[in-house]
Structure formats: C-alpha cells, structure tokens
C-alpha cells in the first residue's frame, strides 16, 4: 500500500497537468473561434467607423467646425468604438502566439502586422484619453441644431495638436487594420484550396 502510494499521486499530478492542458486549449481553440465570428465583426465595425469620422471630421467640415462634426457623427458610437477596440487588440494577441511554423509563408507576418495596426490604435486611444474626455464633455453641451464654441483643448503634455495627430494615426491604424485581415484571410483560403487540390491530385496519382 504504501508503495502504491507515490506511484497514485505521481499519476494524479500527470492527470491534472494534462486536464489543464486540454482547458487551456479548448480556451484557446474559443477565442480563435471567436475571432472568426465576433471578431471579424468587431474589426470591419471599428474600420468602418474610423472612415466614417475621419471623413466626418477632416474632409467634409471647416477647421473652426471640426469638433462639432467629430462629435455629431461618430460622438454616440466612440464608446462602442473603444470597448472593440479592446476585443479586437485581444483576440489579435492570442492568435499571435498560435501562429504555427507549418502554416503558409505570408500569415505570420500579415498576423504581426494587423496586431501592430490595432496596438498602435490603442496606445493613441489611451494616450489621447484627456482630450477625449473633453470632447466627450463638449458632446454634452452641444446638439444637432447649435454648435457651440470648442473650449480650450489640451491637457498636460497632450495638445490639441498631439491629439490630432493621434486621433489620425489611431483611426488610419484600425483600417489598415482590417485590410490586413481581409489579405490575410484571402490569401489563408487560397492556400487551402491550393493545399486541397495537392492532395486531391495525389491521391488520383495512386
């Protein structure tokens, strides 16, 4: 019995390495499946509400007017913007570090660079913080029929200037971003059905 004994717990310690094992795969194998899913949506939205302001604010509205239009057609969906931002920065980590050495040539570095393009905009999200949160006051005061004037933005080291730029490279950053992911998830199908067709035509050869 005593014997036994080490032998019992030393099988125990490998079950429960191996069972943690599997949860963390199932985990991982989860959040790829909902990068699939949730987050092929999340990116195409933030890409597309990222076009939306940058047009809103730099193309179709005067430089004394800029804040007005920023806040009147994207102001109601930054919130939104943001938290899948978060997801997306995420999910684009994870599948990083599941990129294996056996898949096709170009996926790891199309996977590296749309991870850069979304921690790029999220590092200019949390550095422009300040100034989002007085453009975010500003929404409060204002509504569709009067604009009124923008305060003085800026605060500590974060100029209106700096936020400019910013606000730019973070919204350019997450439609790179997306452009990325579709390259990637074309070229990804191709390589399959390439890598199908092999094997089909090997098998007829036997």
């Known amino acids: 019995m005593i014997c036994q004994l080490p032998l019992t717990l030393f099988c125990h310690i490998v079950w429960n390495v191996?069972?943690?094992?599997?949860?963390?795969?199932?985990?991982?194998?989860?959040?790829l499946y909902l990068d699939s899913t949730i987050g092929l949506a999340a990116r195409g939205l933030t890409a597309?509400?990222?076009?939306n302001t940058l047009s809103a604010t730099y193309f179709r509205c005067s430089v004394n007017s800029f804040a007005y239009c920023y806040m009147l057609s994207s102001g109601h969906i930054l919130h939104l913007l943001f938290f899948?931002?978060?997801?997306?920065?995420?999910?684009?980590?994870?599948?990083?570090?599941?990129v294996r050495p056996t898949d096709p040539r170009f996926h790891f570095p199309l996977v590296i660079g749309t991870f850069t393009c979304y921690a790029v905009a999220f590092l200019s999200s949390v550095i422009a913080g300040p100034v989002d949160d007085q453009m975010f006051l500003y929404g409060q005061t204002t509504d569709e029929s009067l604009a009124i004037s923008v305060p003085q933005l800026g605060k500590r080291f974060v100029t209106e200037q700096l936020w400019h730029v910013l606000n730019v490279v973070r919204f350019s950053a997450l439609i790179i971003?997306?452009?990325f992911t579709c390259i990637d998830r074309v070229y990804m199908t191709i390589q399959?059905?390439?890598?199908?067709?092999?094997?089909?035509?090997g098998h007829v050869e036997l």
């Open 177 to 179: 971003g997306w452009i």
């Open 84 to 98: 899948l931002l978060n997801v997306v920065v995420l999910v684009a980590a994870i599948q990083c570090g599941n």
């Open 18 to 31: 191996a069972h943690e094992q599997l949860l963390m795969r199932s985990g991982v194998e989860l959040v």
């Open 48 to 51: 597309g509400m990222s076009m």
């Open 192 to 201: 399959m059905r390439v890598s199908g067709r092999n094997r089909t035509r």
